[in-house]
């Protein structure tokens, strides 16, 4: 297990897809807090979205609502199938596996190291993002109001490279092609944008419904602060509660890793 550490701790701080993938995250997650800092007044608020509710969408960039994307969700994703992806592509798989015959360990590596670089990521996102809301948003409220919201996003990132990671393994064809992509991920803004539509066109039939099945969207829902006015408690969409929604995303997740775990343990090198 140490060797496969080491050699994807190599692999993954040689290529420069890494750092690409690390960098526009955290530039286009900061960039909107800065944007949203300098563009919403705190004269603005009122109701239901006070200060505590303020300063959790600046940290976390629009996340904890409904109508910005979880702009670094699709990178981190990306990273988790070139995890594996890379490995078939240029043809390095056989001697990785020449060199560390045990592929539970080749695998177990890669989701370890995978998650060690994704919440260092994370970690410099949101430290950005909170000197940019303690500067520039007048009487900012960090409290424990951010705890939930804070560990459910970071949850999202996390797994959803992971999961991109063994979406790719299952996608992986004889003939060694990179066709393969993180299907969660790529349907994660567009399940959402559809919710969101039919929250707005206040369609509550059997098809809304089915959002709740959707680990993406489920996952995505649990950043929402207020949970039970963001993610549509009160309209005709039938929303599930915010313990549902994260165990919606995490069953999804864990489903996408283990059939890649198995797909890739039990195929041809």
Known sequence: MTGALKYEWMRIRTIRSSYWMSALAIALTSGITFLMALTVSTSELSGDFDFDQATTFFLLAGASGPLIPVMAAPFFAVMGVMAVGHEYRYGTNKATLSAIPDRVAVLSAKVV?????????IAITLLLNLAITWLLLEGPSFGSHLLRPLLNYTG?????????????CSAAQPDRSDRGRPDLAAGHRADHLRRVGRHQRGDGGGIGKLT????ASAGRRSIFDPYDVFAGFGSNIDVWSLSSAVIVFWAGVTIALAAGAVSFVKRDA
């Open 113 to 121: 190291v995978l998650v060690a670089w994704v919440l260092a990521t």
């Open 156 to 168: 999202l990132l996390r797994r959803l490279r992971p999961a991109g990671m063994g979406t790719r």
């Open 212 to 215: 709740n099945l959707l680990p």
